[in-house]
């Protein structure tokens, strides 16, 4: 048998029906390593610009990062990436569960789909192999059914990576979904799949993944294994799950509540009220944190995010009723953090009456779960006002100028964390400078707010930084510090929870990343070679966006509601984000990664970046 | 003779289905990782809501070692471990006769793989080392205990 390549990525064109094999030549694999980095590489490789995001033209990359299926802790891990149909920029979302594992073990690293099938097909992944099979059985079917019926098809042991049937109805934010948790949520790329006609990715391997150094793997595994479960952070996650945020965030009076205009909600989303609901605590490959619920109302979840988004945010006050519609959108497949944001977005609308009954076909009120779930099956099924709900911010002045003004949306993806950032100012610059528009996990600098030991700070972010976490000063080197790990996480495939600057200053960092990367393939990563790729991926999704919208520094901005209106209760009382400070957090930002005034990239690294792109 | 020995033991009520400790095996038997060729075959099926271990009991009579036409399962008289060796041709005999799931494929080599209970290697079974949660156990029972699948709503 042949050795198998360190990266073996397979071309599929589903137009052609024809799947090659292509190496990244090891420059290339050196300065992307893997997962969304490589990612990010193909898709400036092989998109064409300016395309229409749901037509044949777009691209499909499902990447493993390089510590997948090995047996570094939680490294179950790989990356969906495509052009967002929502956002019409950068499309990428991270997901758990054993489909990228089992990729690797069938000899695939990395799917890169091209073009658009005539009939409904999965692809069946198979010993190095790559099948394009019919799937016009299970078009149609919600996510347990698919794997269901896939699995009484193919086999019980095949992992399988799905769209429900929002996906199939191309309703903007649905999401890639693997079982009834793990989801690469965010940026729609549940609609790419279905206007490719593709339905899943079903793995079955075989072969082993080659370890560099087995035994010294299995040693670093049980040490680290042993070192991240006496962290206080991992234990309660692994207790009670991201629910733990949301106490302290309604403390503080942070908690997106009726779409941003109120801050604080009732105590019924508490960690200890939702696990009333708990069975059991599960985890995905290689964990060792295990934060996916698995609720008694018959699903998994909710996580932090669902709680507020199909939670506060829309009204929902009773813990049960959340916990349902969480279930329901991950059956069919939808990215709940838009779902919730539009929700409540219409819903204000409809309150202030820029759209009535006639649009919407009957009231809508915030709380009344009936009319939520009813309109979450509207929007899946495109029916009604849900078919117009389902092209999501492309509405954005359909109903007048002004109320683009309410949508909490940034570069047009609606904000994912269910923080307010109007307090915590980092994160506000975190999620505005993100590069897939509103969302916490490019950056999430929460890190300053724990009241850390000065000298632990500056060991984190190299200076001294400012622990007030109202304060505008030296903000923007907490979002680039933290920016540039969890993109170097993302690239090796490994949960953020057990990274380092993601709740924890404990969790693994730039030092433990190269030695699990040497133990598992034998390339030598130093600290500064690690920093190096995160910045080249941040300036490489900075690059696409600029091709595909020329986005610059005025997209990299706040909804206006964050600006202008106060927070109106708590502890956060008062505080909003000052244009003039935020805009001086924006230049320190720009030139801590090099960029110019305007947000944009020095013509050198336009260069590198077009270099490697011709290389392979 | 009946050996009185110890055994790994599989508690589902703390599993989280994560696979290590089939991963762990691979590693340490194969150098490579793949939780299937791991001698622990962990049934997980998340939408279903189980997981669990099925994994080689030693018997005191083992159907396998009977089962064998190569003879290339044996059960040491002293330590009452089951191993198997080179010699297995794969046709699956033992895989079709073990009651319990405990022989597995790796059907890429044509061989049966099983648990040795990690006899050469320091420490004691990796498996057990390995896990996150302490869902598996290496020790003596006087009788088998019936195991709970959910005790609470946490596990360790």
Known sequence: MKERPLCNNAVVNLTDRTVDFVEPPEEVLRSFIGGRGLNMHYLYKYLKPQCDPLSPDNVLILGNGILTGTMSPNSGRHNVTCKSPESGIIGDANIGGFLGPEMRFAGVDRLIILGKADRPVYLYVNDGKVEIRDASKYWGLTCSETEARLRYDLGSDVEVEMIGPAGENLVRYACTRYGPKNAAGRCGSGAVWGSKNLKAVVARGNQGLPLANPEGMLNKFNELKDYLKSSKVTQVLGRVGTPLLYDVSNYLGAIRTHNSQQTVFFDTMNAEEVHKYVNKMVGCYGCVVHCRHRNSVGGEGPEYTTEVLLGSNIGVADTRDMIELNNISNELGLDVSSLGTYLAWAVELYEKGYITDKDTGGPLRFGDFETMKKLIYDITYRKGFGDTLAEGSLLVDKYGKETADFLIAIKGLPQSDPHDVRYIKAFALGIATSSRGADHLRSRPTLEILDLPAELTRKVFGQPIDPNPTSYNTKAVVVTVTETILAVADCMGICKFITHCWNSPRNLNYDHFSQLTELATGLKFSKEDLIGVGRRVTDQERLINYQEKGIDRKDDTLPARYFDEPMPSARAKGSHIDREKFAGMLDEYYELHGWDKNGMLPQQRIDELNRLKNLS | ?156
């Open chain 2, 1 to 156: 003779m009946i050996v009185k020995q110890k055994q790994v033991y599989c508690r589902p009520a703390l599993c989280i289905g994560c696979r290590i400790c089939a991963n762990a095996c691979a590693v340490a038997h194969g150098g490579t990782t793949n939780p299937r060729l791991g001698r622990i075959n962990v049934r997980v099926n998340a939408f279903q809501r189980y997981e669990f271990q099925e994994l080689c009991r030693h018997c005191e009579d083992a159907p396998c070692v009977d089962a064998c036409m190569v003879g290339c399962l044996e059960k040491n008289e002293e330590t009452g471990v089951v191993t198997n060796d080179d010699r297995c041709v794969g046709c699956w005999m033992c895989v079709m006769v073990c009651p319990f799931g405990g022989m597995k494929r790796d059907v890429l080599n044509n061989m049966a793989i099983k648990c040795d209970q990690c006899k050469d290697i320091e420490g004691g079974p990796v498996c057990v080392q390995a896990c996150p949660t302490g869902a598996l156990v290496f020790e003596e029972r006087e009788d088998s205990v019936e195991e709970p699948f959910f005790t609470g709503p946490t596990v360790a």
